[in-house]
């Protein structure tokens, strides 16, 4: 039997999985969905401090009268390293604050600079949310500067790597558009460095701000002015008008026998040259979808074969691409968060389809190319208002979303978050109950799923039971017949996959502080004792083992990023899961290592 502990429930009994008498199956009010603070199209739906993809920090900029990060707060002031005759360093700005996310302001005391710049320049994009959200928080949250930061009379020169460039190319290439914009207009001119400019001019093509780019081209130093500032500064020059200009630039380019097709095409169409049309881009740069933007052409579909996440973030925000290719260049950014669950359901909800189509979405949409049918299938559910209509098109949105994997991958979960506040657990739909709680526990809808928790009813109480334990940290630890219930449920004791999937599970329970009954784990003594899975790099390991031990959070973030790689907590082995959820524990982060594990668990499908 599956409970809901006395804390939770807010009575002095057990709530067992079914629908209680009266109101109290109910849900509460409908909860307003998360908004995005930042300037422009919506940011990235990632995970907040507490729990799951549930709410994403959002990026606020200081008020300009507001005192320096780094200044206040609520950190211990003694860990931060401040001079009187110094300003404050470029590289402590950050645009979140502790509402929306930050970390603490001391997250870099005891961290020496040159290993974080290193780590830093190691970060690459990720399919994980809740590891999404660890690097968005870590790249945007002020705090006092490593170690040797400041030096008294020294230059950013004497300081060692500008974080505050890394913290934007790292954000870039994680294809956060928006906050790594955001970073660098709350730095403005502070900071002419060639790196940071760099960083932030990539940024602002991008974020489809040419003239801020422009501006920050026409500063850049003489020592930097190579072939890429020569082809920035002809597009500038054609944006600004100055098309004869623009061309004499283009012929200097083309002396120099730059290769670049592509540019050479699109800088004639925005000077009013020709009407030439581009078919063959395999992987265009920030430039290049800038070039396109201005000149209002659309993008061609190839551009997508080989395109990292940010260009496949900015391709999803153009008006001017195809429909298809939008849809297809949304799904890829929203796997990296790139983009939000908002933003994807409203190219979902642009797309046109033929009325037969819309009458018979989940026949239909099993013959459609990539993203089309989940697009298909999103408009089918929001087409119903009867809620049991409703769940069974949910069902088969999610199913189609699945494919032949463990579970509907996360992200699609984010694009029909509004719908899933809005369904309600009346009894003609407690068949949806598991589906639901599953999908409010991964999004951290903690109150909506203890609802829907007491419509699971049967057999789904064992299969349910475990997950819901480690999800929701009120619940008390699943006892030995509920674990023994759940295994058996996988396949007999002999079935080394239902053993290597309690392996997992116990892993994960213990890792978040629920210990799991010794009878259990002996039971697992006849499954395989080595999995062959791949673990991280030992310097990895060794880094995040003793930046724990010493409460070096911001470092040890760091690491435990780099130990997934990019596959996250559903490709992780066990060994992995339990000392990086560990390593977060030891520095205060329970809700990070708790999303690690959630998500583990529901994309290996337990």
Known sequence: MLVVSAAEAQTGRPVQLVPPPGNAGQPPAAATPPTAAQSGPPGVSTLPATVSPANPPTAKTPAANAPPPGAGGTADQSDIQVSRLVAPEVASLGTLDQANGALPLNMWRGSQRDNIALLLARLGPSTS?????????????????????????????????????????????????????????????????????????????????????????????????????????????????????????????????????????????????????????????????????????????????????????????????????????????????AISGETLSEIYAAQTFKPADLASPAGASAVMREGLGNALLYQAVQAEKVPAARAEALKAAFAHAKGNGAAPPLWILTVYRRTLLDLQPE??????????????????????????????????????????????????????????????AGGTSENSASDLRASLLYTLLEGVGKPVPADRWQALLSAPLGQGSAIPAPAVWHGMNAAAADNRLGETVLYVLLSFGDSGPAAADPATLNATIGALRRIGLDDDARAIAVEAAFGRGL
């Open 129 to 337: 949310p809740v590891l999404q959200s660890l690097a968005r928080r870590v790249l945007l949250s002020p705090a006092g500067p490593p170690a040797a930061a400041l030096q008294q009379g020294g230059g950013a020169d004497q300081q060692g790597p500008d974080l505050v460039a890394l913290r934007i190319s790292a954000l870039d290439a994680l294809g956060l558009i928006d906050d790594a914009s955001e970073l660098a207009r709350l730095v403005g001119t502070r900071d002419a460095n060639p790196a940071f400019l760099h960083a932030a001019i990539v940024s602002d093509l991008l974020a489809r701000r040419p003239r801020e780019a422009c501006g920050r081209v026409a500063v850049l130093p003489q020592t930097v002015r190579d072939v890429e500032w020569q082809k920035l500064n002809a597009f500038c020059r054609s944006v600004n008008g100055e098309h004869e200009a623009a061309s004499i630039s283009a012929g200097l380019l083309r002396e120099q026998n730059v290769n670049d097709p592509a540019f050479f095409a699109l800088l004639g169409l925005m000077n009013g040259e020709g009407d030439s049309r581009i078919d063959a881009l395999a992987s265009p740069s920030p430039l290049h979808l800038a070039m396109f933007e201005a000149a209002s052409k659309p993008i061609p579909a190839e551009a997508l074969r080989n395109a990292r996440p940010p260009v496949l973030a900015a391709i999803a925000h153009m008006k001017a691409a195809a429909p298809a290719v939008r849809v297809t260049a949304g799904e890829r950014a929203i796997t990296y968060g």
């Open 427 to 488: 009894p003609d739909i407690a068949w949806f109950a598991p589906d639901m709680t599953r999908a409010l526990l991964v999004l951290g809808e903690m109150q909506h799923a203890r609802i829907w928790a007491t419509a699971v009813q049967g057999d789904a109480v064992n299969a349910l039971g475990p997950f819901y334990a480690l999800a929701n940290p009120e619940a008390p630890p699943p006892d030995s017949d509920m674990l023994r219930n759940w295994h058996d």
